[in-house]
């Protein structure tokens, strides 16, 4: 059987091909188009014109993408930016015309939910108390989890397409700014921080988005080109990125190896949001991996 998982994002409409047998399955195709669902309307709890347009063109590709490998099954899954757009009907009935399929608005809850069991598909065995981070354009989600089980999550919506249309930030960024978004999140996240306080979590579980631009910089490659289940950063190596990227302007980040266009402008805010949490909470170490929403999905067909 063969599937096709689509997480329409706040930054990106992602495409995700598997074949599964049984209790096996096969990545067989990964793919994301910018959609930028989160462009300035976002303040308004709306989703654009434009960003409709570019959510039409993106699933056209996927279509024929999808068409090529010959998908048993579709399923779409729209996060924060629909989920919070005064017009979503509108829009995902534009949507589900173009690609014959259903789109599923999911909540903050469920949707930290599945990044947990996307991470459970690439670990299988979380060992120590840790805190999973996915990092989006629309909302962040924090799973404190140990021994495989979730012991508290949230979904807030301080994704960094939000934060970077709420904050008029500087380029490069000023010291006074890194300090507002400091505060910003620290008090955003403060329930999560006094969590993962209680429980002495070490470390930090990055899902994709900002952590693979991050591996990708430290491994100077392409985005994309590296696959990854798990990798470990050290501190020491995730503060060389960090310091870089705060002293960096735009222009010079487009010329980074590793840095993903669809990055260039949330991964300085992104950065922030991860030192404030290193910080607040005590982390020893970052693993990332590329598993997340999408290999939730996956995660939950296999155990049916």
């Not at 960090?242 to 402008?265: A, C, I, N, P």
Request: proline share 2%; charged share 25%; aromatic share 6%.
């Amino acid at each position: 059987m063969r599937i096709a998982v689509i997480d329409l994002g706040t930054n990106t409409c992602n495409l995700l091909l598997a074949e599964m047998n049984g209790k096996q399955y096969k990545i067989l195709h990964q793919s994301k188009e910018m959609v930028k669902l989160g462009d300035g309307k976002i303040r308004d709890n709306q989703i654009s014109d434009e960003a409709i347009f570019r959510t039409i063109a993106a699933f056209r590709v996927h279509n024929e993408i999808m068409e090529t490998f010959g998908v048993d099954e579709i399923k779409v899954f729209a996060t924060s930016a629909v989920r919070t757009a005064d017009n979503k009907a509108e829009f995902v009935a534009a949507i589900e015309k173009v690609c014959d399929c259903s789109v599923e608005v999911i909540s903050g809850k469920r949707e930290a939910e599945l990044i947990f069991k996307g991470v459970l598909l690439a670990f299988r065995n979380i060992e120590f108390p840790s805190v999973i981070l996915d990092i989006g354009g629309g909302s962040n989600e924090l799973i404190l989890t140990h021994k495989d089980a979730i012991l508290w999550k949230e979904s807030r919506p301080t994704g960094m397409s939000r934060v970077i249309n709420s904050f008029d930030l500087s380029d490069p960024i000023s010291e006074e700014q890194v300090r507002e978004l400091q505060k910003y999140f620290a008090d955003e996240h403060q329930t999560a921080i006094q969590n993962c306080t209680k429980k002495s979590v070490g470390t930090l579980i990055g899902c994709s988005g900002a952590f693979d631009t991050i591996t990708d910089m430290l491994d100077e490659v392409n985005p994309g080109e590296k696959q990854r289940v798990k990798q470990v950063i050290s501190l020491e190596e995730f503060y060389v990125v960090y310091e870089k990227l705060l002293q960096s302007t735009r222009d010079e980040r487009l010329q980074m190896k590793g840095m993903d266009y669809v990055r260039v402008d949330l991964i300085v805010p992104a950065v922030i949001l991860i030192e404030t949490l290193i910080s607040a909470i005590g982390i020893k170490q970052i693993v990332q991996t590329d598993f997340a929403l999408r290999e939730g999905v996956l995660y939950e067909l296999l155990a049916k």
